[in-house]
Nanobody
Framework: QVQLVESGGGLVQAGGSLRLSCAASRQTFSNYVMAWFRQAPGKEREFVAGITRSRGTTHYADSVKGRFTISRDNAKNTLYLQMNSLKPEDTAVYYC?????????????????WGQGTQVTVSS
């Protein structure tokens, strides 16, 4: 089992940037495909970005492609999400998730472990 703790959320103006981090409890962090999801009030949780275990292949939702960058540091057991050119519609609680697979999935139900979430609010 792995525990995930997100940090880095906050309030930012439209056009600004934030960097989210997700610290994992286990040394076997490199065994997990990792992803970021988000959930806005009244909406379903949606896939934002994912990254494979070691080669670092990435996949993004169309809504964030070109603005967000997912990365990982397996030596530090940490996942990151660099968010640039933020828009009010990016406002949501952001969650990191881990999956015991070699393939990135955009389905929330396919992830085994979740963090508690961090709030991102983008003002217009």
């Amino acid at each position: 089992q792995v525990q995930l703790v997100e940090s880095g959320g906050g309030l930012v103006q439209a056009g600004g940037s934030l960097r989210l981090s997700c610290a994992a409890s286990r040394q076997t962090f490199s065994n997990y495909v990792m992803a970021w999801f988000r959930q806005a009030p009244g909406k379903e949780r949606e896939f934002v970005a994912g990254i494979t275990r070691s080669r670092g292949t990435t996949h993004y939702a169309d809504s964030v492609k070109g603005r967000f960058t997912i990365s990982r540091d397996n030596a530090k057991n940490t996942l990151y999400l660099q968010m640039n050119s933020l828009k009010p519609e990016d406002t949501a609680v952001y969650y990191c998730a881990a999956r015991t697979s070699i393939i990135i999935s955009s389905a929330a139900g396919s992830y085994n472990y979740w963090g508690q979430g961090t709030q991102v609010t983008v003002s217009s």
